[in-house]
């Protein structure tokens, strides 16, 4: 991409693949990546944090809830 995006939002359930493989090719790609999970599957919250996510948002949330989520992963940067 010629302009790398400040967040990506992963989601588990996708068509091609599923978000944790994704978060991991993204990160192996470009570590400094900032992804968060915004996922109905509370079940997969450890295994996407264990990938390298920032966050995960419990859907539905509420953008006030993925601002935070931001500015708290960006204090620990």
């Known amino acids: 991409m010629k302009e790398k995006p400040v967040v990506i939002i ?3 359930r996708m068509p091609v693949r599923d978000g944790v493989s994704a978060t991991q090719e ?5 570590p400094s990546a900032t992804v968060f ?6 079940h997969i919250e450890k295994e996407a944090l264990a990938a ?3 966050g995960f948002l419990l859907k539905p949330f509420r953008i ?3 601002l935070a989520a931001i500015e708290e992963a960006e204090k620990k940067s």
Not at 37 to 42: C, I, P, R
Request: proline share 0%; aromatic share 4%; net charge negative.
């Open 10 to 12: 992963m989601d588990q």
């Open 26 to 30: 993204i990160l192996r790609m470009d």
């Open 37 to 42: 999970f915004g996922s109905a599957d509370l």
């Open 52 to 54: 390298g996510a920032k």
């Open 64 to 66: 006030e809830e993925l």
